[in-house]
């Protein structure tokens, strides 16, 4: 539905899907792009070329309402996630494959790991027949903070946690299960539903339930 409305079922729905795209643009690599205003919901009611329009098209809310602060909120939450962690804005290119840590101890369970792994919502490794499946309505993405492969102005290897990002675009609620890994757990750390204010830590193997039409990010913890 596009438009003003007062139904509260899809105000709620587009408040889910502006944090989806919020999250999306600020886990994404390279340097995000954020149109002013976009942190507290400003529509151009669809002018896409408002820079001639001296009303309210293109005019910001100063005075902010509830649903306005809340979405700043959680923009301002997710540049300083991305701002302190170099996992989240790298500067290499993904390898998509094995990349052994500088140091041992960085090792996980003793071996090393993928740089990225994107994972189906029973927690396993995707398959390629999985991703030219029409069926697949969720999935979900692990960057490891231990394969940075980079470092710092000192030449020390640089290391950050490791996130998992989970996305439901589905119109039903999902399970996402945890990767099995001994010794892990994973913290939710964000959600893009503003109704999920709790931030559980989920055990490896357990599920993780998203809302319809939302995605969560969570940090890797010892378990």
């Not at 290391?159 to 589905?170: E, G, K, M, R, V």
């Not at 994973?186 to 995605?215: C, F, M, N, Q």
Request: hydrophobic share 30%.
């Amino acid at each position: 539905m596009e438009g003003e409305t007062d139904k509260p079922e899809v105000q709620e729905l587009r408040e889910r899907q502006m944090r989806n795209f919020l999250l999306t643009l600020m886990i994404s690599q390279g340097v995000p792009m954020i149109c002013g205003g976009d942190e507290i919901g400003r529509t151009q009611k669809g002018n896409n070329n408002a820079y001639a329009q001296d009303n309210d098209i293109s005019w910001y809310k100063w005075n902010l309402g509830e649903r306005e602060k809340s979405l700043l909120e959680f923009t301002q939450e997710l540049v300083k996630l991305r701002r302190e962690h170099p996992n989240l804005h790298r500067r290499k290119f993904f390898q998509d494959r094995t990349i052994s840590p500088a140091t041992p101890e960085r090792q996980v369970n003793g071996k090393s790991e993928k740089d990225v792994t994107w994972l189906r919502p029973d927690g396993g490794e995707m398959t390629e027949e999985e991703w030219n499946a029409g069926w697949v309505r969720c999935i979900g993405v692990k960057l490891s903070g231990r394969t940075l492969d980079d470092v710092n102005g000192v030449g020390e290897p640089i290391y950050d946690d490791s996130y998992l990002i989970a996305f439901n675009p589905h119109h039903e609620p999902i399970k996402f299960y945890m990767p099995r890994a001994e010794g892990v757990a994973w913290k939710v750390l964000i959600d893009a539903d503003p109704r999920r204010t709790d931030r559980p830590v989920i055990r490896s193997g357990e599920p993780y339930e998203l809302t319809p039409h939302s995605s969560a990010v969570l940090q890797e913890l010892a378990d």
